[in-house]
C-alpha cells in the first residue's frame, strides 16, 4: 500500500515514502522492547518533565503541524491550532496527574498488607486513523508514556508527515529515542506485529472492519485491545428545547472536522411538533459556513480526506433517496472524484435505508422524527452504534433522566459531545470497547497486580505434630 502526503484541496501528492519493510519494523520493535526494560524503571517526575517539555514544544510548534493537517487530510488551519492545543493540553494533565492516577492503592483484608500496584506492560501498538492526526495518538501516548510503557505507532497511511512529527516531538521532549516511534507501515504487517511476543497491547482508532481484524488477531494470540470505532450519534432535539441554540449546535456538531468525526453528530432526532422548524433552522447554519482553502484563515471547513470518500458518501446518499429519504438541503460533490462535500440534509429516514443503519462519515445530516421523548430515546438506541449522543431539553434533570437510558458511551445534555483529558472517552456495541483519557484510560494498558504480605507466624505456627 502505498504511503504518501495528498493534498485533497489541490488533489495532488505532496511526497511519496518508501513503506519500511519487516526487517526495519522488526529492528524498530528490537529497540523499543529494550527500552521498555528501562523506562518501566523511571520515576513518574522523570516521564512528568519529559511530557511537560512535549506540550511546550506542540504550543511552539501549532502552526506548522496545523499546517502539515490541512495539507495532509484538509484541516482548516484554525481547526488544526485547536487540535495541537488540546495535546498540549492533556500532556499536561497526565504530567501531573499519572502519579496519583496509578498510586498503589490499599486493601483492607486478612493480611498484613494487602494492595494494588499498577505496573506497565512494555511495548503498545497503537494503529491511528487520519481525521485527527494528532489528538488521536496524544491521548494515548500521554498516559501510555507516563504510566512506563513505550509505544509504536502505525499511523493511517495519507498522514505520514503528521506521524513522523510527532515521533520528533517526543524525541525533542526528551524522551528516550525508542519510547515513541513511528512506523511507516500498511495494514499488512500489522497483525505480524500483534503476534509478536514483545508487543504486548495494541490500542486501535478506526472503522470497525478494521477493528474486528484487529481485535481477531489480538485475541488469538491473547493480547489486551482497546477499540474506539465508528458511530453514528443521536442528537436529540425535545419540543421543550432551545431550538435556535439546539440547531446552531446541531449545524456544528454535524460540521466538526468536515463531518470526518466518530462523534460528530449525525442522526437527528426531533420532536414531531418542531420538526419543520429545526430543519429550517439546520439549514440556514449550514449554508452559513463557508468552505475553501484549509490554509486559509476564514475556511471553518475544508475537503473530505480523500476523493473515494466522497465517493462513498455520495453512494450512500443517493441510495438512502432511492429507498424513500427526502432531500431538504443537497450540496454534495460537484462531480465524482473530487473531495469537495458541501452538506446535505435528509429527512423521512426510514429502517432499511443506509441513512438508518449506516454510519455517514461526512457532512449529512440525518433528520428522524420521534413522536415523543421516549421514541426518541428508542430511536437513538436502534442503532449498532454507541459512542456519544446528545439531549437538548430546558428540562435538565428529565434531560439527565432519559442521558441514563441512552445506550452510549457518553451522552451530553445541551451540549455538543467532546472529548476532555478529564473525562473517559469510548463506546459499547460496535463502537469498541475499553476507555481513553482520564484515570480510567492510563489504566487500560498497566498490570493491575494484586500484592498480598501475609502476617508474621507465630511460633506455634511452626509446630509440627511430632513436637
Same mark, same amino acid.
Given at each position: ?54 506540550g511546550r514544544l506542540l504550543r511552539e510548534r501549532q502552526d506548522e503541524l496545523a499546517r502539515l493537517m490541512a495539507l495532509e487530510m484538509g484541516k482548516p488551519i484554525n481547526d488544526g491550532r485547536a487540535e495541537v492545543l488540546k495535546c498540549a493540553l492533556t500532556c499536561d494533565y497526565y504530567a501531573e496527574h499519572a502519579e496519583q492516577f496509578l498510586a498503589d492503592e490499599l486493601i483492607k483484608t486478612e493480611a498484613r498488607r494487602s494492595l494494588i500496584s499498577h505496573e506497565p506492560l512494555g511495548v503498545v501498538l497503537a494503529v491511528m486513523p487520519w481525521n485527527f492526526p494528532f489528538w488521536q495518538v496524544v491521548r494515548f501516548a500521554a498516559p501510555a508514556l507516563m504510566a512506563g510503557n513505550v509505544g509504536l505507532l502505525k499511523h493511517a497511511s495519507n498522514v505520514p508527515q503528521c506521524a513522523l512529527a510527532l515521533e520528533k516531538i517526543f524525541q525533542d521532549a526528551g524522551f528516550p529515542t525508542n519510547a515513541f516511534r513511528t512506523l511507516l507501515i500498511g495494514s499488512d504487517l500489522v ?29 488469538? #494470540? ?34 466538526? #472536522? ?210
Amino acid at each position: 500500500m502505498a504511503i504518501e502526503s495528498f493534498n485533497p484541496y489541490t488533489n495532488r501528492t505532496l511526497r511519496r515514502f518508501r513503506p519500511f519493510s519487516w526487517a526495519k519494523t522488526e529492528r524498530i520493535l528490537s529497540q523499543t522492547h529494550r527500552e521498555a526494560a528501562r523506562w518501566r524503571t523511571s520515576s513518574f517526575a522523570e516521564r512528568a518533565v519529559c511530557l511537560q517539555a512535549a506540550g511546550r514544544l506542540l504550543r511552539e510548534r501549532q502552526d506548522e503541524l496545523a499546517r502539515l493537517m490541512a495539507l495532509e487530510m484538509g484541516k482548516p488551519i484554525n481547526d488544526g491550532r485547536a487540535e495541537v492545543l488540546k495535546c498540549a493540553l492533556t500532556c499536561d494533565y497526565y504530567a501531573e496527574h499519572a502519579e496519583q492516577f496509578l498510586a498503589d492503592e490499599l486493601i483492607k483484608t486478612e493480611a498484613r498488607r494487602s494492595l494494588i500496584s499498577h505496573e506497565p506492560l512494555g511495548v503498545v501498538l497503537a494503529v491511528m486513523p487520519w481525521n485527527f492526526p494528532f489528538w488521536q495518538v496524544v491521548r494515548f501516548a500521554a498516559p501510555a508514556l507516563m504510566a512506563g510503557n513505550v509505544g509504536l505507532l502505525k499511523h493511517a497511511s495519507n498522514v505520514p508527515q503528521c506521524a513522523l512529527a510527532l515521533e520528533k516531538i517526543f524525541q525533542d521532549a526528551g524522551f528516550p529515542t525508542n519510547a515513541f516511534r513511528t512506523l511507516l507501515i500498511g495494514s499488512d504487517l500489522v497483525a505480524k506485529l500483534i503476534a509478536d511476543d514483545r508487543v504486548r497491547a495494541v490500542t486501535l482508532t478506526g472503522s470497525e472492519a478494521a477493528g474486528a481484524s484487529v481485535a481477531a488477531t489480538a485475541g488469538a #494470540n491473547i493480547k489486551k485491545t482497546v477499540l474506539e470505532l465508528g458511530g453514528s450519534d443521536a442528537f436529540i432535539v425535545l419540543a421543550d428545547a432551545d431550538l435556535e441554540l439546539a440547531a446552531k449546535t446541531a449545524a456544528q456538531a454535524r460540521m466538526i #472536522n468536515a463531518g470526518q468525526s466518530c462523534i460528530a453528530a449525525k442522526r437527528f432526532i426531533v420532536e414531531k411538533p418542531i420538526l419543520k422548524e429545526f430543519i429550517s433552522k439546520l439549514k440556514t447554519h449550514l449554508l452559513a459556513l463557508r468552505t475553501g482553502d484549509p490554509l486559509e484563515e476564514t475556511t471553518q471547513y475544508g475537503p473530505l480526506a480523500r476523493p473515494d470518500l466522497a465517493d462513498d458518501l455520495t453512494k450512500q446518499v443517493e441510495e438512502s433517496v432511492k429507498k424513500g429519504a427526502r432531500v431538504e438541503l443537497y450540496g454534495g460533490q460537484s462531480k465524482p472524484g473530487t473531495a469537495l462535500f458541501r452538506p446535505v440534509i435528509l429527512s423521512n429516514v426510514k429502517p432499511g435505508q443506509p441513512a438508518y443503519h449506516e454510519e455517514f462519515f461526512g457532512p449529512v445530516a440525518l433528520v428522524l422524527e420521534a413522536r415523543n421523548a421516549d421514541h426518541a430515546v428508542q430511536l437513538a438506541n436502534d442503532s449498532p452504534f454507541g459512542l456519544g449522543a446528545a439531549i437538548w431539553t430546558r428540562d435538565v434533570r428529565r434531560g439527565e433522566e432519559l442521558a441514563r437510558q441512552v445506550e452510549a458511551g457518553a451522552v451530553f445534555v445541551n451540549s455538543l459531545v467532546k472529548s476532555s483529558p478529564e473525562m473517559p472517552f469510548g463506546g459499547v456495541k460496535k463502537s469498541g470497547y475499553g476507555r481513553e483519557l482520564s484515570y480510567l484510560g492510563i489504566r487500560e494498558f498497566v498490570n493491575q497486580k494484586s500484592i498480598w504480605i501475609a502476617n508474621e507466624a507465630t511460633p506455634s505456627a511452626h509446630k509440627t505434630k511430632t513436637e
